[in-house]
Every structure is written in C-alpha cells, then in structure tokens.
C-alpha cells in the first residue's frame, strides 16, 4: 500500500506525467528489446530531463543506460517516493554490517533483514557491481569474486561507482559468502543439473529448468522451475522466434515463455518423484485426450 500512495506521490509532483492535451511531447529514448523509456519536457525550462521514465514490460530483467547527468531514484519497483532517494540496498548492506560486526566477527543472520526488504536479486546485483568495481582488491575472496563475473552487470561509467557498498572489503567479503549461502540453502536448480549443449537442444518434449532470473522470488523453489515443453518456435536452437509454450509441473500452468528464460533441459536423474509422477500423469492425459479418427487414436 504505501508503495502505491507514493506512486501517487509522483504523480502529484511531476504534473508532466499527466499527458495533458497541449503539452509538450516527451523526448523518446532509444532503448533495447522491448524496454520503453522517456524523457518528459517541462514547461519553461531550459533544460529538459529533469525526470526520465522507465518501463519494462517483460517479465525478466533487462539493462539500459540512463541519460547523462547525476540521477536518484523516484521509483525502484519496491519502493516509491516524491522526494528522490539514493541507492537504497546498498545503505541498507552498510548498517546491516555496521550493526553485526563487532570488531572481529560478523553476525551470519545481518543478510536475512537486507533480504526481507530488497530481495535476492536487488541485494546480488549491488553485491556483484561492488566486487567488479573493485576487482583489483585482494581481500576479496577467489570464490567471491568468480561468483561476480558471472553476474551480469552492464558497464555504466557514470552510476556504477554510486550502488558501490562502502564497508571494509574483508568485512563485506563475510558478507557475500552469507548471501551465497543463503542462495544455496533455497536449493534452486542450476545450470549443473542440467544436460546437453543448450545452444543446440530441441526443447520440445523436454522437461526444462526455469532460470530463477525469471521468476518474482515468492516463486524460488524447485516446484516452480520444472517445465515440459510443449511448443513454440522457441523450442528449435536456431529458430528466429523466441517463444516457448511450457506446462509448469507443479500446477500444470501452461504459459509462454522466452527460450533464453530457461538454464536448460534437466538431467533426468535430478527428476525429483513428484515431478516424475505429474509428468507421467500428463503423458496419460494427453494419450487419453488424443483425437480418434475411424476408431484409431490420432498422436
């Protein structure tokens, strides 16, 4: 709710958003894959792009560069105000490690308050923009820091430096080992249960795994990342098309999805039973469910 109240904060503040008749027309900005973004003109100002909005309408994470100048946040997607804030998980690592440290130990459970609040993804990405930032210091650990680079963190020569965590490297080491653990501990398929070259495989007819990237996290666990491939361009390696129709094996949703949302076709013997049940009581029904022509079953 209070999310909501100061999305209408800002609507208040920045009357431009409004779209009235007769104003000016927003400056367009140029952006990749679906993204949409936009640049606001205000009346009687010299300089336009005092506010610069941006919509993903995907459901997976997509990177863009914001426009020169300093910028601070209004809305991050978890928190929304009329009055600009700062980096805001980033402070929130700060005082979680200032508050657990005691001089020579660092509280296992100072990540659990940062995760409640900002989510894994939010707190991995400042986590990893820190460490590539400061790739060249040695108190970071080897595990730590090969951890980072698989992380995708686009180059932004003019922001990258601000959503960099201030605490004592070997301090803040600790605490990437606490978020990596509490990543383990959900038990999340990866890319290592999985089989094949992904680049080459037909999906269809396959049990897939869902990438966590693609998932709001009240979704992360196993049940949700089990799907069977049905169809869609997708399916194919070299297709152009991206879709892929897949039945969720928890809930027998089926959604369309985007192949670069999956890890993966799932090594059969990471099937847990109760996915090896659902599936077979699929293949049953769609046996059950065939059309018949002249008394023969069509499959």
Not at 113 to 122: A, T
Not at 183 to 208: I, M, P, S, W, Y
Not at 265 to 291: G, H, I, N, S
Request: hydrophobic share 35%; net charge negative; proline share 5%.
């Amino acid at each position: 709710m209070q999310y909501y109240h100061g999305l209408l904060e800002i609507r208040k503040a920045y009357p431009e958003l409004s779209g009235m008749a007769g104003d000016a027309e927003p400056c367009i900005l140029s952006l990749p894959g679906w993204l949409i973004g936009f640049v606001p003109e205000r009346q009687g100002e010299s300089l336009p792009g005092r506010l610069a909005v941006y919509y993903n309408p995907e459901c997976t994470r997509q990177w863009a560069a914001l426009p020169a100048g300093s910028w601070r946040y209004l809305c991050d997607g978890t928190r929304a105000a009329a009055e600009p804030f700062g980096p805001a998980c980033r402070n929130a690592i700060e005082d979680a490690i200032r508050q657990s440290f005691d001089g020579m130990h660092l509280d296992k459970n100072c990540i659990t308050p940062v995760l409640e609040e900002y989510g894994y993804k939010r707190t991995a990405w400042v986590l990893a923009n820190t460490l590539h930032e400061l790739k060249w210091d040695g108190r970071f650990g080897l595990a730590n820091k090969q951890w980072a680079e698989r992380a995708c963190i686009p180059t932004d020569l003019n922001h990258n430096s601000d959503f960099v965590v201030r605490s004592h490297p070997a301090v803040l080491d600790g605490f990437v080992t606490f978020y990596r653990k509490a990543v383990q501990a959900l038990n999340l398929f990866g890319a290592e249960h999985c089989v094949g070259d992904r680049a080459e495989q037909d999906f269809t007819g396959k049990v897939l795994v869902l990438s966590p990237e693609a998932l709001q996290e009240q979704y992360w666990g196993q049940d949700y990342q089990l799907l069977y491939a049905r169809s869609g361009f997708g399916c194919e390696p070299h297709s152009s098309g991206r879709a892929v129709f897949a039945t969720c094996l928890s809930d027998g949703e089926t959604a369309r999805w985007n192949r670069e949302d999956f890890t993966g076709v799932l090594d059969e013997k990471y099937l847990p039973d109760w996915a090896r049940e659902k599936l077979e009581e699929m293949m049953t029904q769609e046996q059950t469910d065939a059309p018949t022509m002249g008394g023969m079953k069509m499959k």
